[in-house]
């Protein structure tokens, strides 16, 4: 009869902790986002000018899964982020460091050419260091090394594909 209900007891305290991780796996937490950030246009590796990139939204976290940004993302020098109601969604994959963007507009999601920015980007966990490129082939980053780190491991072809080169090897931005 002792050993009955210690295994009774086993089980049930089992059940709780997987109940409870279920749960808290389940649970965001969340950061608001707001801020502009100063950044440089890069063309072929070379400074060209000068940009800031505005973000607004949330940030989410959760305990056991990647982390998310759904909002705004505007980028001055390039006018196909610069719409009204365009949403924008970056996506970390755990453990790695490379990122996707995509964007969304009254409820459908957008081609690469129609957002003017291509789907990888490299970006620090509190959003103040990245780099990304548009559809042209310009790197908009927040540093020349930044720039550096992103054209040594992501190239996009003007027809719309990427590729990335030894992407674990990717350092950590900030």
């Known amino acids: 009869m002792q050993v009955r209900k210690r295994i009774r007891v086993i089980v049930c305290a089992l059940i709780m902790i997987a109940a409870a991780i279920w749960v808290t796996d389940k649970l965001p937490f969340t950061q608001e986002i707001d ?35 759904v909002g705004t993302l505007r980028i001055s020098c390039v006018a196909e982020t610069n719409v009204e109601d365009l949403q924008t969604q970056i996506s970390w994959h755990g453990g790695e460091l490379l990122q996707t963007i995509g964007h969304f507009y009254r409820g459908a999601f957008l081609s690469a050419s129609e957002h003017g920015l291509a789907y990888y980007l490299l970006i620090s966990e509190d959003m103040r260091e990245f780099a990304l490129m548009t559809t042209d082939g310009s790197v908009i980053a927040t540093s020349a090394a930044a720039c550096q780190l992103y054209t040594s491991h992501i190239s996009y072809d003007k027809g719309g594909h990427m590729t990335a080169y030894d992407a674990e090897r990717i350092s950590e931005l900030g």
């Open 35 to 69: 801020q502009t950030v100063k950044a440089a246009v890069y063309r072929d590796g070379v400074f060209a000018e000068n940009t800031s990139v505005y973000m607004k939204g949330e940030k989410t976290r959760y305990l056991f899964r990647p982390n998310s940004f």
